[in-house]
Structures are given as structure tokens and as C-alpha cells.
């Protein structure tokens, strides 16, 4: 073969193999830039940042994120200064609009009630506050001892009811912060997040009856219909409470009523009869004469 020919050959093989390889470093370079995802910039804690503390400055910062970004995330760090945080948020994490106070509530407790609900406290002990292991965040169940008003509590002793189920510890003490160890510890008084309807059942109860804390696990939520107990129960081996059974109404017995003969007016008395004499006159002539008749009885 053509010596010629075949440098011509080697020639444009060399070509199109460098125009392949720039052109493949174009494609490359365009998905490479194409499929980076766009950044974003958001605001993140700067530390950790516990629950009740109100954000300051030098608390957040902002950084450009280049992954999704959550849904709330605030963009500003002059929305996020001078609010309380409801939830922990731990460093490097990006504040949500959710785990924040709204503006112009403050920080502490108060904070973290949101709108329609209300905090409660209840005096506990060792025993009501299940010693001391009734922490913020978890959940409890509220029970009532006492002896109810009527002739029921005389024949069945101290009752025994579930009055509130599930309900969330907002503080222990003046601890708002909640313990990822679960250690133990007593306080005298704890705070329930309940709503308006309920903080009056909780506070007549707290006054008129003896109140237990039932700790029950987070993520059962899901409520329980008891029957309640009582003292007799213990020794009877009976369970709940009896119903309270609405008495039947009496028979109405309706009484014969007397019935009176009507009164009849009295005739009144007829009129005594007149009887008036017939007189006949008769005339003879120049004579003048009258006889008088009686007339017959019956007849007029």
C-alpha cells in the first residue's frame, strides 16, 4: 500500500480521536454541571439551642445548603432573633419556622403552649409523680381516688377512674428541658398541656380528689376505655363500676273522678188562675136585665 496513503490514514485517525475526547470532556462537563443541585441559603444554629431560650445574634448563621431543604426553613436570620424555641435544635441544623415562638412571645414556658391550649400545674410526690421519673416531653394519664357524692361510694368505698388520658408534660418543676438519660428526678409540681375543658376538670379534681400519674410510653397514643374500680372490687373480685341506672318512671294511677248529676233550674211557680164570671145582658123592651155565669172548672 501507498506510503502516502497511509500516513493520511494515521492522520485522521489521530484527529478523531482527539475531537472524540474533547468532545466526550464537553458532554461530561455539561452533565456534570447540570446535574448539581442549585444552593440555597439558610439559617443554622451556631450551637446547640435548648427548648425555652430565646435566640440571639450570635446564636444562628447563615450558610448556603446544597441539599434539599426542609419545609419551613427560615432564609433570615432577623426572622429567627428575639424567638423562643419551642424544640431542640442542635448545631448545624436549620431552624424551622415550626420549632420557634411566634414573634413577640418570649421565650420559657409560656412559649411553647401553642394557641388554644393552656399549662396546668398539679401538685406530685414520689408517688404521684412516679418517682420522679414524670419528665417534659412525656406522656401521662391522669387517675382520681376519691369518694363520689351519692348512696353509691357507701356500699363500694373509695372509686378508682381514668379521668385524662395522654397528656403531654410540659415541665417538671422549673425544668422545661427534656432529658435524653431519663434520670430521675423529684420535683413538687409538674405541668400538663391540656385544653380550656380540661384544665377545669383537672383543677376541680386536683382539689377534690386524690390524682396519680400513669407514665405511659410516646408513641402510644391511642386511647383506653376503662371501667374504673373500687374498694369492694378488691374483695369481691368483681371489676368496674356499676351503672348509673335512670330510676323508672312511677305509673301515673289516675283517681276516678266523682260525677254530679247537673242542677236543673226550678220551674218557677205558675200563676194562680183568674176566673173571670160570664155576664149576659138581656133586653126586654125598655127593661134591662144582666145574669152573671160561673164558668165551669177546666173550661174557660
Same mark, same amino acid.
Given at each position: 500500500?501507498?506510503?502516502?496513503?497511509?500516513?493520511?490514514?494515521?492522520?485522521?485517525?489521530?484527529?478523531?480521536?482527539?475531537?472524540?475526547?474533547?468532545?466526550?470532556?464537553?458532554?461530561?462537563?455539561?452533565?456534570?454541571?447540570?446535574?448539581?443541585?442549585?444552593?440555597?441559603?439558610?439559617?443554622?444554629?451556631?450551637?446547640?439551642?435548648?427548648?425555652?431560650?430565646?435566640?440571639?445574634?450570635?446564636?444562628?448563621?447563615?450558610?448556603?445548603?446544597?441539599?434539599?431543604?426542609?419545609?419551613?426553613?427560615?432564609? &433570615? /436570620?432577623? %426572622? =429567627?432573633?428575639?424567638?423562643?424555641?419551642?424544640? +431542640?435544635?442542635?448545631?448545624?441544623?436549620?431552624?424551622?419556622? !415550626?420549632?420557634?415562638?411566634?414573634?413577640?412571645?418570649?421565650?420559657?414556658?409560656?412559649?411553647?403552649?401553642?394557641?388554644?391550649?393552656?399549662?396546668?400545674?398539679?401538685?406530685?410526690?414520689?408517688?404521684?409523680?412516679?418517682?420522679g421519673f414524670v419528665r417534659p416531653g412525656m406522656r401521662v394519664d391522669v387517675l382520681i381516688e376519691g369518694n363520689p357524692p351519692g348512696a353509691t361510694s357507701n356500699t363500694l368505698g373509695t372509686l378508682s377512674k381514668t379521668l385524662l388520658q395522654n397528656m403531654e408534660v410540659l415541665s417538671a418543676g422549673q425544668d422545661i428541658q427534656k432529658d435524653s438519660e431519663g434520670k430521675p428526678v423529684n420535683v413538687p409540681v409538674v405541668n400538663l398541656l391540656v385544653t380550656p375543658e380540661q384544665a377545669e376538670t383537672l383543677s376541680l379534681a386536683s382539689n377534690e380528689t386524690r390524682i396519680?400519674?400513669?407514665?405511659? &410510653? /410516646?408513641? %402510644? =397514643?391511642?386511647?383506653?376505655?376503662?371501667?374504673? +374500680?373500687?374498694?369492694?372490687?378488691?374483695?369481691?373480685?368483681? !371489676?368496674?363500676?356499676?351503672?348509673?341506672?335512670?330510676?323508672?318512671?312511677?305509673?301515673?294511677?289516675?283517681?276516678?273522678?266523682?260525677?254530679?248529676?247537673?242542677?236543673?233550674?226550678?220551674?218557677?211557680?205558675?200563676?194562680?188562675?183568674?176566673?173571670?164570671?160570664?155576664?149576659?145582658?138581656?133586653?126586654?123592651?125598655?127593661?134591662?136585665?144582666?145574669?152573671?155565669?160561673?164558668?165551669?172548672?177546666?173550661?174557660?
Amino acid at each position: 500500500m501507498n506510503k502516502r496513503l497511509l500516513s493520511v490514514l494515521g492522520f485522521a485517525l489521530v484527529i478523531s480521536a482527539i475531537a472524540s475526547l474533547v468532545l466526550y470532556r464537553l458532554i461530561v462537563t455539561k452533565l456534570a454541571a447540570n446535574a448539581k443541585p442549585a444552593m440555597t441559603q439558610v439559617v443554622v444554629a451556631t450551637h446547640n439551642l435548648e427548648v425555652g431560650s430565646m435566640i440571639k445574634d450570635l446564636d444562628v448563621k447563615i450558610v448556603d445548603w446544597n441539599g434539599p431543604v426542609p419545609k419551613g426553613a427560615v432564609s &433570615n /436570620p432577623a %426572622d =429567627t432573633v428575639g424567638r423562643g424555641v419551642v424544640e +431542640t435544635v442542635y448545631e448545624g441544623e436549620p431552624l424551622l419556622d !415550626s420549632r420557634l415562638a411566634a414573634k413577640g412571645a418570649g421565650a420559657g414556658l409560656a412559649a411553647m403552649i401553642p394557641p388554644g391550649m393552656r399549662a396546668v400545674t398539679i401538685r406530685v410526690n414520689d408517688v404521684t409523680g412516679v418517682s420522679g421519673f414524670v419528665r417534659p416531653g412525656m406522656r401521662v394519664d391522669v387517675l382520681i381516688e376519691g369518694n363520689p357524692p351519692g348512696a353509691t361510694s357507701n356500699t363500694l368505698g373509695t372509686l378508682s377512674k381514668t379521668l385524662l388520658q395522654n397528656m403531654e408534660v410540659l415541665s417538671a418543676g422549673q425544668d422545661i428541658q427534656k432529658d435524653s438519660e431519663g434520670k430521675p428526678v423529684n420535683v413538687p409540681v409538674v405541668n400538663l398541656l391540656v385544653t380550656p375543658e380540661q384544665a377545669e376538670t383537672l383543677s376541680l379534681a386536683s382539689n377534690e380528689t386524690r390524682i396519680q400519674l400513669v407514665l405511659r &410510653n /410516646p408513641l %402510644d =397514643t391511642q386511647p383506653v376505655k376503662t371501667p374504673g +374500680t373500687a374498694v369492694s372490687n378488691l374483695f369481691t373480685g368483681m !371489676s368496674g363500676l356499676p351503672e348509673n341506672k335512670t330510676p323508672a318512671a312511677k305509673p301515673v294511677v289516675k283517681r276516678p273522678v266523682a260525677q254530679t248529676k247537673p242542677v236543673t233550674a226550678a220551674a218557677p211557680p205558675e200563676a194562680p188562675k183568674v176566673v173571670i164570671p160570664l155576664t149576659v145582658e138581656v133586653i126586654t123592651g125598655t127593661s134591662r136585665a144582666e145574669t152573671k155565669f160561673k164558668p165551669e172548672e177546666g173550661k174557660q
